[in-house]
């Protein structure tokens, strides 16, 4: 077992004041993220954390799927929010910043027990200031991380019960951050006293499982469940025929790219300083193996007289020896093997499953400052500054993150989502709002939200996840309203399936490309059009001319339903008497040029326009139909190219003028002088 090191007033004065100062910093960031932090995922669990605040348990409304991965989060943040009053996206951010700092400070403290605490420092200051504990905030395994990391510092300090409290408090957080519980207790072993090894290590596993087990009891008895269903759910991903969560390639990157970890990867220094602390931390091990053996020989072991008199002469001569980083060795392996353990559960990767991974590969680089054990005292001198120099280039380059992390506006989906919400709110309650991703619009929506890919919705089919057909859980949820994002094309895909069939039973509602993300919502056919959308014509060409060659079309990124029409083809459609309304449509080529006519005839007055197309991008086309009360006629018509598409081609509501007009413009005359047209907008992303 390590012997502590260092208990004087002095030595907790240093600590507390460094941990001050980490809070400090970490409370101006929290600042600065206070209303932009978090991802979509995580409001998933922000959602079941206001459910609980509200009185309703650790619930999805309109659901009994325990569909977060952080119950215990959920909880907390709950709690927090009924007690406090404050929002529970601005307590998950406050939350995370305080778990950062807290583990910063441990990575300290943790140093300063087992004699390294230059490198301690050093590595508390990059995970509090460089991206990879940025791009978690609102994550659980923020504050697993900093459990995990006080526990290997009780362990240091002796303190077994509550080195086996935060084990199982990391647990709790993120149920795979358990696996540092057999790394840690390995740390115990000893062959000079195998039994007590053991019953040191049988102490630290009584309190994590004591501790666990009281968590799980309480979790059954608030939902019913212990296991989330987000593990289902993410196996059926990583099985799923779709092939956007691969086993293997997200993993693969992650150990390969190192570099992500440290700000201006082609200037990093992170293989350099991995290098130096690997071999610092060779030399120590080597010259410590030697030590130790000579103080095992035969006669020694004789003269001690006994299981604990070897123990204590091996602990006298260990600490003659210069100090290992054990515990961040350690910490090291975890990392490593989290990952490991994760791919081997066989669910999707996502980006916050290397957080453990990203954490070591900090770790270790900073470990170069541990002493190593040169012949001379100007060796190690010179190696310290060397090794501090190059640290504190990357804490330097950090200042691009903390730009980033200052400047950036959050992730664009939520505005966009939240737009999305609000316009579900001109329907009735109850009307059910279907989409692949949940946690944006699950938390700004008055109406329910049902999950395609099963991950909160109980009712899903997770078959069907596995066979890529989506459009089966949209009928079994009983979606009324469908939010899908334009850029992702297997899932649009795997929802609309075949598209005369889909606009048999859905109408565009609303279309949104810009600003980013693309998102167009559909509505069911039952249902009278609220949205921007009077007249889907996609759904009208559907039903009236089987032949028309509908189908699904990406381009810069897009992906929209279109009537591809051949080069000299054309197509007419008849528009019923109605108030004056805005056409729209979207508009591009089958491959380089080509080019389009658009006619509109209107009580014997023909007008039109001629649009130049480009592949590289969708061409916004917006007109006025004016009003008739003998109806219109609508002709597309393709002059040029390999073929035309025309995307999400509908008339708008009455009161609604076109969405994102241009600045105005001088009008173009169509060149058979038969009206003025609004410039064309070429929109690419």
Known sequence: MFKPHGGSRGSWLILALTGAGFAIVAALFASWTARKAGGDDVFITYVYA????????????????????????????????ALTGFEVPQLGNAVSWFAIAAASTGLFALG???????????????WLVAAPSHLLLGNEILPAIAAVIWAFHERARGRLASAGALLALAAMFRAETGLAAPILGSLELSRADLPGSFRRIARIARVSILVAGVWLGALYALTGHVVPATFAAKRAQAESTLGLWPRTRGWIQAVTTPDLVFPARRRSWWWPLALAAGVAVGVGVRRRRREVVASLAPQRLAAAGGARRREEANETTT?????????????????????????ALGVSFYGWYAAPLRFAQLLLPTLALAAIDLPRLWLRRGWMIASGAALAAVALATRSDLHLLRTISGDQRRPAYARVAALAERYPPGTRIAAWEVGFLGWHSARPVVDLLGLVSDRASLDAVRHADLRQNLDRLRGDLLMTTLDANALWKATTAEPRRFLA?????????????????????????????????????????????LGWHRTAGIGLLSLALARGEQMQIRLAPGPRRALLAQLTTVWRKGRIQVRVETGGIVGGSIEKLEADGWTRFATMVPESETGATLTFSCLRGKGCLIGQPYLSQPYLDPPDEPAPQRPRRHPQGKGEWPAKRVWRP
């Open 505 to 549: 039973d859905f109408r565009l509602d609303q279309l949104m490309l810009s600003p980013a993300p693309p998102i167009a919502v559909y509505r069911r056919a039952r249902m009278a059009p609220r949205g921007e959308v009077a007249i889907d014509l996609l759904a009208s060409i559907a039903a009236s001319d089987p032949a028309a060659n």
């Open 319 to 343: 600490d003659s020896c210069a100090p290992l980083p054990v515990s961040a060795l350690a910490l090291i392996a975890w990392g490593a093997g989290h990952l490991v353990l994760v791919l």
């Open 112 to 126: 300063r027990a087992e004699g390294w605490p230059w490198a301690g420092w050093a590595a508390g200051l990059l």
């Open 50 to 81: 206001r459910s609980f605040a509200t009185g309703h348990g650790l619930t999805w409304p309109g659901s009994s799927a325990l569909g977060t991965s952080s119950p215990f989060l959920a909880l907390v943040l709950g709690s927090l929010s």
